[in-house]
Every structure is written in structure tokens, then in C-alpha cells.
């Protein structure tokens, strides 16, 4: 790693050395990556179903993702403080239990059809999975054999995308009620079924987190080498361009994803003839699909084409994908919508990647401000929804253009480093 001072940082754990014996916990622990890729997935067919549940329009239902990524934005640093004093385990739990209190308190805020309740409760839900996504990673790394540590990672982020893909199509079922005529019937206006759905949730995670109580997980140490580098100039970690440009490019791209998601629904309930509420949840599961499927093609493709390279390439098809959203062109137009998270699905590692390199001593603090940026998604999605309230959902689409016009002069020009 070139650069100055440079920080070579490895997790190591103690306990048995028979890795048939870390398989439970590796199940446990992939299972936190399945349940907060559900959450993400249900997360999105609420802003339509609240539209239609509790009459709020377009801008307002995006406080939805306000809620849900201002929570990873304030959570992130104290959940880290949290397991440097006590422990990841110890975090894992807490994160649990904040995500079932938070599910928990979707089933008052249904009672009394209280939307800014429904806020809170995604806000207390996402704090938990703050925690849970800062944890998770380096206890992945840790159980079983180091040389084997990439291959579980990817393992367990496969059924992230999982969770994220059966989200919406559990969602088309429980709050549309999965038949065409289910807005005729006032389907998609019971909030009975959201409170189904968290209440089980809920109850799953409590489970999940009494099995991590019980289970006895390696502990994981961190054995940190100051290494001088070759050619290092010790010079600030705001002095590396690459790394600011990329904390802004992480910024648009969280804003993009999340708006896209947002109003993906109602996209295609306003120009699909003959859809619904219930199809478009389908819909975006597909795109869910294709997100998770990208991400095995973007890494097979990144051994011939360089990282920059491709996400440069990614994000002009995207620009060039929101101009036919934007065009209104019916079925080509829902084509080209679901087919952008097939071309997201690089964008944040690939980003993070480019940003952290040759950091040296700064990697660390570089990674949680690339972490604090996904507050994109609470901030933009807002603006785009005020967009499509005033002019059009397709028109509003212009702002995830803008957003992957940034995307693409990062990998073009400003992920390079001097």
C-alpha cells in the first residue's frame, strides 16, 4: 500500500481451531445479513402502501427513507465506540434487540394509522441495523479457515441480496394482497398485514438474538502494524483527492439507489396500463434480482476490465437508462427503470474500494465518513419526491440522473490518484 504511514489491520479469533465447529455461528451470523437486506426490501413497497393507507403524498412518504439512513448516518460512530468498549457479540445483541423493538412499534403506529409514529419506529429499527452491519463483516472474516474468509463474505452478501429480493414480493402479497383487483377491494388501504409481517419479524429476531446469546462465538481481536511505506508523504487524509471526490460520489450514489427505490412503484403503477400497486411490488423485486445478479457479473468482469473503468461505464448506461424513464415510453421506459439496479450493483464497494486506497494510517477514518455518507439517501430522495409532487414522477427522475452523472466523473476521472 503506498502512501504515508500505512495501517495494516487483521482479525484473528481465539477458541477452537476445528472449523466445523464455527459453522452455527456462521449460520448466525449470515442470518443478520438476510434479515436486514428484508428490511431494505420491505422498506421501499411501504412508500406506495402508506401513500394509499394514510393519504400522504409522494414527498412526504420519502421521510420513509429519511428515517431509515439518518438512522445509519447517527448510528454509525457510537455503534463502533459501542463494540471497541464491550465487544461485537455484545453489539450483535444490541442491534438485535433495537430491531425488534423498532418492528415491535410498527404494530401501535398501525393501530392508530400514525405516520410519524411508523418514523420512529423505522428509525429505532435502522439503529439496529447500524449495528448489525458494522459487526457483521469482521466476524465473517473470522470463522473458519483465513483463506477461505472472501469466499464466506460473498457467501452471506448473497443472501443480503436474498432478503432484498423476497421483500418486495412478500410485500406484494401481505399489503397489496397480490391480485389485480386488490385496490378496488380497499386492500391497499389494511394496515393489518404490516403489522403481520413486523410483529413476525420481530419475533424472529428475538430469536435470533437469544441464539446468539447462547451461542459461544470466537472473540475477535484486531492486531494493528505501523508500516512505513515506500514514497509515503504523511500528508491529511482530506489532502487525498481521490478520497473526498469519493465521499461525495458514495453520497449521489446512496441518493440515487434510495430514490430510485422510493418511487419505483409508483412509476410503474402510473405508466404500466392495467398495473398495480401489487405488480409493481413484484416488479421491484425483479430489480432486487438483477441488483444481486450484477454483483456476481461486476466481479467477474472487474479481472478484465479496471474498477474505475467499469463503473464509469456502469453509470452512463444509468444516465442514459434515466432519460428513457424520464421519457414516460410506457413498457420501455419500466424496462430501462428495473434495469438500473442491474448497473447500481458495483457502484458502493467499487466506490468504497477506489476512495480507501493507499489511505495508509487514514483508512480507518476514511471508512466511516465513506459510511457516514449514505445520508444521501435520506436527504435527496426528499428533493425528488417534491419533484415528482410539483411536476411529474418521470421528470423526477432527473435527480438520479444528476446523480450518476457525479458517479460517472469519479470513475472517470476522479478516483485516480496523483
Known sequence: MAGGAATTTTYTSTGTKNGQKYLFPFILVTSLFFMWGLAYGLL????????????????????????????????????????????????????????????????????YANFDAFLVALFVLASGLAFLETAANPYVTVLGEPSKSEFRLNLSQCFNGLGSFL??????????????????????????????????MAAVVLLIAFLFYRTRLPEITVEEDAVVAKGGS??????????????????????????????????????????????????????????????FVGTALMRKIAPNTLLAIYAAINIALCGLVMSGQGAASIYGLTITFFFMSIMFPTIFALAVKDLGQHTKEGS????????????????????????????????PLVCFVVVFFYGWKGSKLK
Request: aromatic fraction near 16%; proline fraction near 3%; avoid cysteine.
Open 167 to 200: 421483500g418486495p414480493l412478500i410485500a406484494s402479497r401481505l399489503f397489496f394482497g397480490g391480485e389485480e383487483g386488490a385496490a378496488a377491494s380497499g386492500g391497499g388501504k389494511d394496515l393489518s398485514s404490516v403489522q403481520l409481517v413486523y410483529i413476525v
Open 44 to 111: 421501499d413497497v411501504l412508500n406506495k402502501h402508506f401513500q394509499e393507507a394514510l393519504n400522504i403524498d409522494k414527498a412526504r412518504s420519502t421521510l420513509l427513507q429519511g428515517a431509515y439512513f439518518g438512522a445509519y448516518f447517527i448510528m454509525a460512530l457510537p455503534a463502533g465506540y459501542f463494540m471497541k468498549k464491550y465487544s461485537y457479540k455484545s453489539g450483535i445483541i444490541f442491534g438485535l434487540l433495537l430491531y425488534a423493538a423498532g418492528a415491535a412499534l410498527f404494530y401501535p403506529s398501525a393501530h
Open 234 to 295: 504523511g500528508k491529511g487524509l482530506f489532502a487525498h483527492r481521490h478520497f473526498v471526490w469519493g465521499v461525495v460520489a458514495q453520497f449521489f450514489y446512496v441518493a440515487a439507489q434510495v430514490g430510485i427505490g422510493a418511487l419505483f412503484i409508483n412509476y410503474v403503477v402510473e405508466y404500466l396500463p392495467g398495473a398495480t400497486s401489487a405488480k409493481g411490488s413484484v416488479m421491484f423485486g425483479v430489480a432486487l434480482g438483477l441488483f444481486t445478479i450484477g454483483r
Open 368 to 399: 466511516s465518513y465513506l459510511i457516514m455518507s449514505i445520508v444521501g439517501g435520506a436527504l435527496v430522495p426528499y428533493v425528488m419526491g417534491l419533484v415528482a409532487e410539483h411536476e411529474s414522477t418521470a421528470i423526477s427522475f432527473v435527480v
